[in-house]
């Protein structure tokens, strides 16, 4: 069975400071999403990972997908504290998708 | 339209009611889904149509029955629900529902059950 472990469960990140989140997966996949979540919110689709070596960019954040170590990354740049939610990445397993436990970043000033 | 509209955004009922939430999508999905999450922790996935069919049930138990009247609507009939039931229930679809792909959340029921 597909396990999907994300590192660190929680962050507390000072405002301007970088920091990765990273996402392990234990079987065969090519696909990989990450995904942000606010407090009582839904879920926001930030990266859509297709490939190994797919490196994607927005802002601040910057993903990556390296299949052949079964590992993803959401590195933060100089994090703002419009950046704090629950970060979750999710792998794609043909039929469904399986999520990490998500990771709870905190960005204090 | 991106969106994946839910109703009703808030819902409380007793153990003998019986309640649906409403799921509907019109970017021309063919493959809905829904997941349950409770507080602090990452969506379970409960069902998935695909092409108007059910192809995935979770092993969620009887209380919780789906319905796809077509391809753009999603039910969820809830019956004789546990106050352990109370939890955000998140509708997504994907454009295939031959692959998983990408996918696009409405922002959830948040039921409650005393």
Redesign the interface.
Known sequence: ELKVEQNPLFLSMQEGKNYTIYCNYSTTSD?L?W?RQDP??????LF?LLSNGAVKQEGRLMASLDTKARLSTLHITAAVHDLSATY?C?V??????V????T?LRVKS | DTEVTQTPKHLVMGMTNKKSLKCEQHMGHRAMYWYKQKA????E?MF?YSYEKL??NESVPSRFSPECPNSSLLNLHLHALQPEDSALY?CASSFTGL??????????S?LTVL
């Open positions: 696909r999403y995904y009582g919110k839904s879920l926001e689709s859509v979750f999710a794609d397993m043909g039929h469904k998708l999520f990490g436990a998500g709870i | 602090k922790k990452p969506p996935l998935v192809s995935i998140l692959n998983t792909g990408e996918l696009f959340f409405g922002e959830g948040r």
